[in-house]
Structure formats: structure tokens, C-alpha cells
């Protein structure tokens, strides 16, 4: 029985030391949501450089705590780089 108890907790942290080295071998996710003077928004995976001034890189839940009216739109995702200007998408 003792045999038994000593098995089932070596195997516990066991369990438990590799899913903490699981957890800390994951890095974080980069999703961004980015905007630029004119009030476009979408989402991009990374920090690129856009050609001009006026664009502001946010953290991907920022987009949940606005408000999306008339002065900032939220454009739906594209495939390819690139960034949206005046709501026309231009790719790199």
C-alpha cells in the first residue's frame, strides 16, 4: 500500500513539473489591433512599419473596450501585410 501512495505521487509531480514547463515554454501572443489617423482599425499578427505617421499599435483586447462609430471603424481582417487607408486596403 505504501508502494502504492509513493507511486501515485511521484507520477502527480511528474504531471504537475511538465505542465509547468509546458505552460512556460509557450510565448506570448503578439495579435494587435492597430489604427491610423483617418480611423481605421484591423488586426495584425505583428508590429510592422506603415509608410507616413499616425498609426498606433494597441494590444489585441483594447479593440473590446471601444466604441466603433462614425470616427473609428473597425475593418474586417484581410490575408496578406499590409494597412488600410481612407477604408481601402493597400498590401506591401
Known amino acids: 500500500m505504501l ?8 507520477a502527480a509531480i511528474t504531471m504537475f513539473i511538465a505542465t509547468g514547463s509546458l505552460v512556460a515554454s509557450t510565448g506570448a501572443a503578439s495579435a494587435r489591433i492597430v489604427c491610423n ?3 481605421d482599425c ?6 510592422y512599419r506603415y509608410p507616413g505617421t499616425g498609426y498606433v499599435n494597441h494590444r489585441d483586447d483594447w479593440y473590446f473596450h ?3 462609430n ?8 484581410h490575408e496578406g501585410r499590409g494597412y488600410y ?3 481601402v ?3 506591401f
Do not use: C, M, P
Request: aromatic residues 18%; glycine residues 8%.
Open 3 to 10: 508502494f502504492l501512495k509513493t507511486a501515485v505521487s511521484a
Open 37 to 39: 489617423s483617418d480611423g
Open 42 to 47: 484591423w488586426h495584425s499578427e505583428r508590429n
Open 66 to 68: 471601444q466604441q466603433w
Open 70 to 77: 462614425d470616427q473609428r471603424h473597425y475593418r474586417d481582417y
Open 85 to 87: 487607408k481612407s477604408g
Open 89 to 91: 486596403w493597400i498590401g
